[in-house]
Structures are given as structure tokens and as C-alpha cells.
């Protein structure tokens, strides 16, 4: 990657809560929405010094709970405004009514969310059933390997949402407590260049227009609800190319262009593991560790879940021999994790494809470590030489 | 306040327009035709699922002449209090022109006094400028007359029904007036549309105050009381003369009648007899529930117009 940018980035020391709330103050939306939840909190926490120290000329709506937070914002939206909030885990499920109606109205919400385990039994540390729970609403849904991508995924968010061929509301993730709590030396745009790179919103509408009244969440019967869902599918799929385009000015104006996907040391590996967010990062050791054994081994991170990148990763993995899936939650479907069912599921019409395995791991915020990690490498090699495939849904680091 | 006529014939028309599919003598249309009408000012409305939504929004018709927003059911305050937000917002950092908007959030009893009430006592507390408007039925009318917490006790209805052993719903109906006053809010309001000119006033008084106002409304839902189309208008008059409905609001906190009927204060009897829903309270060997709301309505009227006597003398 050449770094030919002229712009002065700040280098600052930031957690994943921080540097969010900050993506926030730079956007300086219009209204943010918001209700606490950790490891969330902190997000709406640092916005409300924001806004009462005057940084930002936001209206913040201090709601009574993340329904009502979701509520605000698809009325803010609808109104032609700029509207955020941030939630985690019960919050995103308790929004959960709300967020296919955001989407079906196209209004264009971006939204830090912190990954959380869904009760029960309660918890509050990382694993991704709070996000996969949500997968199929319509949302877009960015995950975060480290504080920088979150950082400059939420800037992109605002620019992937509100894009004319796109119009739909997106999340980003970040690991909770593993990144939303973690500090890291991060680089931050100058306020008027991130301001100039999320540029001004024009929504397509307003109930505030008055000269032009319109009705917005009509009732949609059997004669209309089909053609009004095909332009949002329609929209999620466009989001594909937007989201590369967006990376890709990103990359070329500060030095750290994004896809769909990244891939690390896949070139001319046999075997790889797929995941999602932190896991990626410890991943790259690992590979970097294997490679210097001389193992062809490495990394499909997986950027965008929603929308499914299905033909990047059919492209990416087919010629593999064998590859591990990991998943930070169960699906409960009785067959692994939802990663690892619509990879299989992208790769079924290929002409090559690799045999692919399943590990589930980290549920409730349980460590993944290198040796894990290594072991999986090894027993895909395994795989790869002839070996019996096995298992094909295992559970990683857990007492059985 | 403007009168029936200068409200019919306004030049830029009606607000609230028919063509809707709402049933014959269903209660909610002359709520909004006659709220909308008093409101002078640009607005835009919020309405939660419910009867009024979908009969007066199915695509691709719409009776709301002025900007409306549908989100869900539970959630029309908190909607609205999202696009009074962004109005406020959008004005301050120049994006929009003042044109001194103003906003209406509205629900059903289902949506209100059950499903919607913590939204609305968020939305309340925040003092955000809205007028809620409860068109309370008394019941899920929408779904098929279940009970909700405003359905009058030993009312019938298709989860509380009258039975062998029991003689409908259980339990008294929920204040949700009182319940708003308990926010702090400045401005709340019990009326009707079959008294067209204490509606208005109500919504033209509350309009003039910027902030958090509530006004919960009795609605005649013909398919649900099982009453006569045509008795729309009559049927909440008498549940305001039997003061089972009294007419009053609530400014800053202090309580005032609207109306007192005086000596023509009718036994709720007069008003239940003609609804279906409570024909099994006139049956013989039911004397004692019918004697039990009327103790219930007058112990009630009588802690209402004490408590107006109470703040009448106040200065």
C-alpha cells in the first residue's frame, strides 16, 4: 500500500469507543438518538459532551430506550435529517422491530454497534449473535477488525448509506470490550476533510415539506408490497459496488483503501481460515508465524456481511483445497454458524471449491487465541494432504 | 375559537380528507377532520398501527393532506419526537426556514394506554413540542375487539368475553389522563367529537402552548360496542351526561370542568343499555355489577369535581 496522501492526519491514541464518538463528531449529524448499553455506553456518552461543550450542532434525544432511540431516528430521517445512534446486544434486539422499516424507507442511518452476546444467560462480552441476529433486515453491516477501521468505517458508513443508488441504513461493528474498550494508536482526518469526505446529506424527502405533503409508512397490500421490497433488495445489491468505490477513494485520498473483503497472504495459499472483525487481526500472526514454517496458509476477512459478498468470496476461495469458517456465534440451526453457512452456500455453484469446515468460538466473550488458531491452520493442512475431513461443525476453546 | 362553519370552509380546504375506509359511524374520523381543522399552523402528523392508520393510508391513497408519517405501534411519540427534533435541528443549523411547524403524534387506546405508553412517557418527559391525540375505543378494534387497559370494566370483548363465569373484562379502566398529569406536562385534556366546539377548543388551547400536551378522546367504535351507526355522535354524548367521560383539562397541573350536566346527569345505565358489549349487565341476577360501575363512575366524578374545586379556589 503506498501512502501518497499530502493531508496531515492526527495520530492519536484512541479506544474503539472513542474513535467512534469522535467519526461522530466530525460527521456532526443532525440528530443523534440514543439509549445507553454496554460496552456501548460510552459512545452517546462522549456525543453528549460533544453537544453540550457546543462541538457539534446536533440535537441530541436523550429517548427512554433503544425502541424508542431506532423510533426517533426513522422520524429524524424521514424528516431529511442526518441521524445516528449506537447500541449493542438487548439494545440492537430490542430495536430489532425498527430496523426493517428504516431500511424499507430507505432512510439512510449509520450506526456504531458494539458486538455483545445476546442474553441468556446475560453477558456483556463479545461474540457476533447480537449483529447476526439482525443479518436479514435490510441493514448494511460493516465489521471491524481494529479502533482504525472503525474510525474510518463509520466515516464511509455515512457515505456508502446515503449514496443515491444505495439509500439504506448501516451498521458498523466493532468487537465489544476487545476493541470498544481497547486503546490503540489510530490516525484521524482533519475535521473539514472528514467533513468534506462524508459531504452534505440531501434526503429524497421530507414530512417537514409542507408545500408537498406526503404520506410515508402507507399500509402496502398484496398489489403493491412485492414491487416496493424489489428496489430495496435491488439497493442492497448495488451497495456492492458503492462500498468498493467508497474504499477505494478512501485508500487513494488517506492511504488505507477497503473492500468487501480483505485478503491476507491468499495468493498462492492452499488452505485458509474465514472470519470476521478481532479474530482477523490474531489471525494475520498466526499466518505470518505458519508462512515463516513455510505453510501456504492465509486470511479471507470477511469486511461486509451484509450485503453478502458472495461472488468476491466464490472468487477468493474456490481455488483453495481447504478452508476453516469461524464464527463468533451459532446460528441454533442445528448446522454451525451463519458465516459458515453462506460461504458454503457461495461457493455450491462454483466449478472449484475447497472443502470447508466450521469451528464456532468466542461465544460469550471467550478468549480465541495463536494456538487455537494454529491448530486449526494445522488440521486444515491436514485436510488439504487427504486427510479425513472429520467434524465438520466443531466448537473451539470451550470445556466439553 | 373559530366556529363549525369558518372550520368547514377554510381556503386551503380540509386537512384530513374522506375516501378513507374507516367503517359507517366509526368515532376517530371527526377527531382528526375537526383537530386538523383547528390547527392554523404547518403540521405534520405521526400515527401509530392502528384502525385510523390503515384505513386512511392504504397504498396508493391517502386522506392526510398534510405531511403524515406511519413507523409502528408502539412507537408514534417517539417517532414524532424524532421529526420534531430534526425540525429544531435543521432550523438551527440554517438547512431549513422557519415556518413555525408544529407536530401531532397520535394512537389508539391499544397504542396509547398498553404498547405505546412507555414511548409516550419518554417522548412527554423530553417536553418535546407535540400534541398526543388518544382516540380511545376502548378496545383492539383492529385486530377484533380484544381487551386493552381501556376497556371499562365488564365490558365484552373477544380476549376478556363474557362467559359462564365470568362477565367480561375484570378490571376498571386505566386514567391515562391522570397518568399524563403525572408527567408534569402542561397542558392535558379529556373531550370528545360529538361536542365538535370543546374539541377544538381543546386542540386550539393546546396548540397555543409550545411543548409536551396529551388530549385522549372517546371514540364510538360501532363493530366493537356493537351500537348503531348513526348513534356515533349521541353515544359519546351520554357517556359525558352520565360522567362516565367527563369533559375537563388540566393546565399546569390544575384540574377544571369542561362541562357539569348538572341535573341532567344520566345513570350510566342510560349510556351502557345501548351498547352491545354490555347487554349481559341488564340481564336478571346482574343487578349487582350494573349497581358496582355506577358506584365506580360516581365515586369518580365526585374525586374529579372535588379536585376541581380544590384548584378552583387556588390563585
Redesign the interface.
Known amino acids: 500500500m503506498t501512502v501518497s496522501t499530502e493531508i496531515k492526519q492526527l495520530v492519536v491514541a484512541k479506544t474503539g469507543n472513542e474513535a467512534m464518538a469522535e467519526a461522530m463528531r466530525q460527521i456532526n449529524p443532525?440528530?443523534v438518538?440514543a439509549y445507553p448499553i454496554t460496552p456501548a455506553t460510552e459512545i452517546a456518552q462522549i456525543f453528549s459532551s460533544f453537544v453540550s461543550d457546543g462541538l457539534v450542532?446536533?440535537?441530541m434525544?436523550?429517548?427512554?430506550?433503544e425502541?424508542?432511540a431506532m423510533?426517533?431516528?426513522?422520524?429524524?430521517?424521514?424528516?431529511?435529517?442526518r441521524?445516528m445512534t449506537a447500541t449493542a446486544a438487548q439494545g440492537l434486539m430490542l430495536m430489532a422491530?425498527?430496523l426493517p422499516?428504516a431500511a424499507a424507507l430507505r432512510l439512510p442511518i449509520v450506526m456504531p454497534e458494539v458486538n455483545r452476546t445476546i442474553s441468556g444467560p446475560i453477558n456483556i462480552h463479545c461474540d457476533h449473535s447480537d449483529t447476526m441476529f439482525c443479518r436479514d433486515s435490510g441493514w448494511i453491516q460493516i465489521f471491524s477488525e481494529n479502533t482504525q477501521e472503525a474510525y474510518d468505517n463509520v466515516l464511509q458508513a455515512i457515505r456508502i448509506a446515503e449514496h443515491a443508488r444505495v439509500r439504506l441504513p448501516a451498521l458498523v461493528t466493532t468487537d465489544g470490550f476487545i476493541i470498544s474498550h481497547a486503546m490503540e494508536t489510530i490516525k484521524i482526518l482533519p475535521d473539514e476533510e472528514a467533513s468534506a469526505f462524508v459531504g452534505a446529506y440531501r434526503a429524497n424527502y421530507s414530512?417537514?415539506?409542507?408545500a408537498n405533503?406526503?404520506?410515508?409508512?402507507?399500509?402496502?397490500?398484496q398489489n403493491?408490497y412485492f414491487e416496493?421490497r424489489l428496489p430495496m433488495i435491488n439497493a442492497l445489491n448495488e451497495a456492492k459496488a458503492v462500498i468498493k468505490q467508497v474504499g477505494r477513494e478512501f485508500g487513494e485520498k488517506y492511504g488505507r483503501a477497503y473492500d468487501l473483503l480483505e485478503k491476507y497472504k491468499l495468493e498462492d495459499a492452499e488452505v485458509a481460515i474465514v472470519c470476521l472483525g478481532s479474530t482477523a487481526g490474531t489471525t494475520k500472526d498466526v499466518v505470518d508465524t505458519l508462512r515463516a514454517r513455510g505453510q501456504k496458509i492465509g486470511l479471507l476477512k470477511i469486511r461486509v456481511f451484509r450485503p453478502f459478498p458472495v461472488e468476491d468470496i466464490a472468487a477468493a476461495l474456490g481455488g483453495l483445497k481447504a478452508v476453516a469458517v469461524l464464527d463468533r456465534s451459532d446460528a441454533l440451526s442445528g448446522y454451525g454458524g451463519p458465516v459458515f453457512t453462506e460461504v458454503c452456500s457461495a461457493l455450491f455453484n462454483s466449478a472449484a471449491r475447497p472443502k470447508v469446515i466450521n469451528y464456532v468460538y468466542g461465544l460469550g466473550g471467550r478468549d480465541i487465541d495463536l494456538h487455537m488458531l494454529e491448530a486449526v491452520f494445522m488440521r486444515l493442512l491436514k485436510i488439504k494432504d487427504g486427510g479425513d475431513l472429520g467434524q465438520i461443525v466443531d466448537y473451539l476453546g470451550v470445556r466439553k | 375559537m373559530a366556529t363549525l362553519k369558518e372550520l368547514a370552509t377554510q381556503p386551503a380546504g380540509e386537512k384530513f380528507v374522506g375516501g378513507h375506509t374507516s367503517c359507517a359511524g366509526c368515532g376517530y374520523p371527526n377527531i382528526f377532520r375537526l383537530a386538523l381543522a383547528a390547527v392554523k399552523d404547518p403540521v405534520v402528523v405521526v400515527g401509530a398501527t392502528g384502525c385510523c392508520e390503515v384505513n386512511t393510508s392504504i397504498f396508493p391513497y391517502t386522506s392526510w393532506k398534510v405531511p403524515f408519517l406511519h413507523n409502528a405501534f408502539e412507537n408514534s411519540a417517539a417517532t414524532c419526537s424524532g421529526v420534531e427534533a430534526a425540525y429544531y435541528s435543521l432550523l438551527k443549523s440554517g438547512k431549513i426556514q422557519e415556518n413555525n411547524t408544529r407536530f401531532i403524534a397520535f394512537g389508539g387506546d391499544g397504542g396509547t394506554y398498553d404498547i405505546g405508553l412507555q414511548s409516550l412517557s419518554g417522548a412527554m418527559e423530553r417536553g418535546h413540542d407535540m400534541l398526543y391525540i388518544c382516540y380511545d375505543n376502548g378496545a383492539y378494534m383492529n385486530t377484533g375487539i380484544q381487551r386493552s387497559g381501556a376497556t371499562p370494566r365488564y365490558a365484552n370483548t373477544t380476549t376478556a368475553p363474557v362467559g359462564k363465569v365470568k362477565p367480561g373484562k375484570m378490571q376498571k379502566k386505566k386514567d391515562l389522563a391522570k397518568i399524563m398529569v403525572g408527567h408534569n406536562v402542561p397542558y392535558v385534556a379529556q373531550t370528545i367529537a360529538g361536542n365538535a366546539q370543546d374539541l377544538v377548543k381543546k386542540v386550539e388551547k393546546a396548540m397555543s402552548i409550545r411543548g409536551p400536551k396529551f388530549l385522549v378522546v372517546l371514540a364510538t367504535c360501532p363493530l366493537g360496542w356493537q351500537t348503531k351507526t348513526q348513534d356515533t355522535v349521541k353515544l359519546t354524548r351520554l357517556a359525558v351526561d352520565a360522567c362516565f367521560w367527563p369533559l375537563y383539562e388540566v393546565e399546569n397541573g390544575k384540574y377544571k370542568l369542561s362541562y357539569d350536566p348538572k341535573d341532567k346527569k344520566i345513570p350510566v345505565a342510560d349510556w351502557l343499555k345501548l351498547q352491545g358489549r354490555f347487554k349481559h349487565l341488564f340481564k336478571p341476577g346482574n343487578e349487582q355489577l350494573l349497581a358496582e360501575v355506577q358506584a365506580e363512575v360516581d365515586k369518580d366524578w365526585a374525586d374529579l369535581k372535588a379536585l376541581c374545586e380544590f384548584h378552583s379556589k387556588q390563585v
Open positions: 443532525d440528530v438518538a450542532n446536533t440535537e434525544v436523550t429517548v427512554e430506550s425502541h424508542s423510533s426517533a431516528c426513522v422520524g429524524s430521517a424521514a424528516a431529511g435529517a441521524a422491530e425498527i422499516i414530512v417537514l415539506d409542507n405533503p406526503i404520506t410515508v409508512g402507507s399500509i402496502d397490500l403493491y416496493h
